[in-house]
């Protein structure tokens, strides 16, 4: 039975990561062993709700299920989350490693930041003759981040030049932080310093761009550096000076310590990677290595990537369209089913998307609440397949993780996104052995794109049934419990419509008027006439049970009949006579009273041209059958 190792982390810092998860694999060649990435995408910013909405994916798995976890500190800087997973971890008693910060007894892999920096500020202030540095840094919680300030400050109060470091700004990793200090700066004419040290390549790119809108050069006018030696900054214009921390190589060592701690090492040890500090463009040594040989590589694969995105947009298109063109969830279920059944090309043959019980009901009772925490111990099934073998079962045990997981097979990455609207819990999907898709960021734009469709399907449809359920109420009399005056004026406007297109089928209209109301409400009061009023109505539905009755007026109801009622109409009314109290007009009337003029009117091709005249027909056959019964009203009534 292959082991499981799950590793937690954001995928804000997706290079990195999937340089560390690639050397995580290698070294786990001659092991069986697979890993469960759990993954979203948090940021300082957001709302509480959505960050604990995002980072319930940590949540999902029960950790005495697995052999070891690995905590990616360089994207994971909520401390919160770590201690919780640390406690967690504990308590399953597996062995943990973190990377990117340290925890006491906890075994640490990580690279040689420290000298890195130290390496860099060196090469600034003797190479370049730097005096004044702003260091960009990330949150106060990344030990990263922390760890390169103190080495800046180190290094200059080690040369008595302490105040060299003129500034230190807190971005909370937000490339946007940047452009507003760096707009700010300019703005009010503040003196630049020599050079900005940045605390991740994207924030000294950033820094690049946003000196560039001011009118500012690199390396011209200052100087800027950054860390992790990315891809993306190795290619851009200034290539960006950085220190290389041989991710690949930490995620080897990494495994490394865990099958150590598996074998009985002691908890606690660590395994220091050693970086690298590469200059660039941004500082001004533009011979020291060869960025445009990356570039043109870069150039070479940006049809296949523009292909790929274009592709992928289509499909996210597409699934939006199918989602939310659906009625029903079922519809929702069954379409986006054949949707992925058909087409899976992007998610692969190992694809599956799980939801809450409640997410469908949800959309029927707002009252219902989704989980906050954790999730459900059976999730629903709404698209799952393993090697391109289909999940049978409409239901799943959320311990579990994956549909038909294969326990003793070849060894594989699985990655878990979460799906939520704020922090009330959708469920997840997982992807399989996608690594360039954690890199390229494509997994948060299909997480991002699938929560939002389903949020927007869920709530469109909700609001759709409130609306129809007020409707009916708007077009239902509260009395009766039969359609009202409105419902009726719409669909003498859907006849209406049928008779300018030369569309309509046979109708005809009854009209009825309920006789003696005003007699019962002045003499028994109005709730025996609402009784009375009650009474009628029963007996018009019971005979013409497939008519659609519309109560118009305090006394008057109609119906239209079609097909068997309009066939049968004269033998309705007859029935409906026979089941009349005759006609009186004095006190005391039997408890069962019910008199009703009946009068019925067949709408005429070529000679009717709307509704009304076969109304103003009926209308006038009721009052004459409402006259007549009167003149045969009961012996001395």
């Not at 001011?214 to 290539?239: A, H, K, M, T």
């Not at 079609?562 to 109409?569: A, H």
Request: glycine share 6%; proline share 3%; net charge negative.
């Amino acid at each position: 039975m292959k082991k499981k190792i799950a590793v937690f982390t954001t995928g804000w810092c997706s290079e990195i990561l999937s340089q560390f998860l690639t050397g995580m694999q290698h070294a786990l060649e001659g092991e069986k062993a697979d890993i469960f990435l759990f993954l979203c995408y948090p940021t300082h910013v957001d709302t509480h709700a959505v960050k604990k909405g995002e980072m319930n994916i940590y949540n999902l798995p029960d950790l005495h299920g697995f052999d070891g976890v690995f905590i990616f500190g360089s994207g994971l800087d909520f401390h919160d989350r770590v201690e919780d997973i640390l406690a967690r971890s504990r308590e399953a008693g597996i062995p943990v490693i973190m990377q990117g910060a340290t925890h006491e007894g906890v075994c640490y892999v990580g690279s040689d930041n420290y000298q890195a920096t130290k390496a860099m500020c060196e090469h600034l202030c003797d190479v370049h003759g730097v005096r004044a540095i702003t260091f960009f840094a990330g949150t106060t919680d990344s030990a990263d981040s922390e760890l390169r300030l103190k080495a800046v400050r180190d290094y200059l109060e080690e040369k008595g030049r302490s105040e060299d470091l003129k500034e230190v700004f807190y971005t909370r990793w937000e490339n946007a932080a940047v452009t507003r200090h760096i707009k700010e700066l300019c703005a009010e004419g503040r003196e630049l310093p020599d050079a900005f040290i940045c605390a991740n390549d994207g924030l000294a790119m950033e820094t690049c761009i946003s000196l560039s809108n001011n009118g500012y050069e690199v390396p011209r006018d200052v100087l800027v550096c950054g860390y992790d030696f990315i891809d993306d900054s190795q290619v851009f214009d200034p290539s960006i000076a950085s220190v290389d921390q041989c991710f690949t190589e930490m995620g080897s060592a990494g495994v490394k310590l865990w099958l150590d701690s598996l074998a009985g090492a002691e908890p606690g040890a660590s395994q220091i990677i050693s970086c690298q500090f590469m200059p660039g463009d941004s500082c001004g040594c533009s011979e020291v290595r060869n960025s445009d040989r990356m570039r043109r590589r870069k150039g070479r694969e940006a049809f296949s990537v523009r292909a790929m995105t274009t592709y992928f947009n289509r499909k996210l298109n597409l699934i939006d369209s199918t989602i939310l063109s659906c009625l029903t969830y079922e519809d929702f279920k069954r379409n986006l089913r054949r949707l992925l059944s058909e087409n899976h090309d992007y998610e692969g043959d190992s694809f599956h998307i799980l939801l809450e019980p409640n997410f469908g009901l949800s959309i029927y009772d707002p009252g219902i609440r989704l989980k906050t925490k954790g999730y459900s111990k059976q999730l629903e099934v709404i698209y799952s397949t393993e090697d391109g073998v289909p999940y049978r079962n409409d239901r799943f045990s959320t311990s579990e993780l994956i549909p038909n997981y294969d326990c003793e097979g070849a060894n594989h990455l699985y990655v878990f996104l979460p799906l939520h609207e704020a922090d009330e819990a959708y469920g997840y999907i997982i992807f399989r052995d996608c690594m360039e898709k954690v890199e390229n960021h494509f997994l948060h734009t299909y997480q991002s794109r699938m929560g939002l469709v389903f949020d927007k399907f869920r709530h469109a449809l909700s609001l759709d049934l409130i609306n129809k359920r007020l409707l009916d109420l708007m077009r239902r009399d509260p009395l009766t419990n039969v359609s009202n005056r409105m419902a009726y004026e719409d669909k003498e406007k859907y006849l209406q419509s049928k008779i300018n297109s030369e569309t309509v089928e046979p109708f005809a209209i009854a009209m009825f008027d309920v006789n003696n109301l005003k007699l019962i409400n002045d003499s028994l009061g109005h709730d025996a006439g609402d009784d009375y009023l009650i009474r009628s109505c029963h007996l018009i539905c019971n005979i013409f049970k497939h008519s659609p009755v519309f109560r118009v007026g305090g006394d008057e109801f109609i119906a239209v009949l079609s097909g068997g009622d309009f066939e049968e109409r004269e033998e309705l009314r007859e029935d409906l006579n026979r089941h009349m109290s005759p006609y009186s007009a004095k006190l005391p009337l039997p408890s069962d009273y019910v008199s009703i003029a009946c009068g019925i009117s067949v709408y005429r091709p070529g000679e009717d041209m709307s509704v009304q005249d076969v109304v103003k027909r009926a209308d006038e056959e009721m009052y004459r059958i409402k006259a007549e019964m009167k003149k045969t009203k009961q012996p001395g009534a």
